[in-house]
């Protein structure tokens, strides 16, 4: 893989992963790097006690990574998506982003429709954004 390569690549920022590693036993950094089923293990154990949140710190290089070459590249940026979801999620903000007004309006409306939709995008929305990247780029 060349320089140029990565750079194209870039679809996760690893000093967001670290910022988000900080609430790590949480795991918000696992969601980020498209990994909700760790996410969802860390999120119920605390990061599976405190043993594979520190792990992680060394692993971070590793998920970033692997998110940059699963995910495809685009005019929708996963950080600010990310961003607007953990600290804005039940307001809607990242669905507007996404350029769905209407479900960002039911959000709005419903604390993120009681906060299961909230949920259900921390699951989603890394496939959700590759996939709006991926018919932009066939437009």
Known sequence: ????????????????????WIFGFLGAHRFY????????????TFGLLGIGWLV???????LE???????????????V????LVFLGPLGLHRF???????????LLTCGIFLIGVIYDWWTVNEQ???ENMYDRTQ
């Open 1 to 20: 893989m060349h320089a140029s390569d990565e750079i194209m690549n870039d679809t996760h920022s690893l000093l967001v992963g670290y910022l988000l």
């Open 33 to 44: 790097f498209g990994r909700p089923v760790s996410g969802t293990v860390y999120l119920f």
């Open 56 to 62: 992680d710190l060394f692993l971070m290089p590793s």
């Open 65 to 79: 990574r692997q998110a940059d070459s699963s995910y495809a590249v685009g005019a929708i940026n996963y950080t």
């Open 81 to 84: 998506t990310w961003v607007l």
């Open 97 to 107: 982003y996404l350029g769905k007004p209407w479900t960002g309006l039911l959000f």
């Open 129 to 131: 954004i590759s996939k």
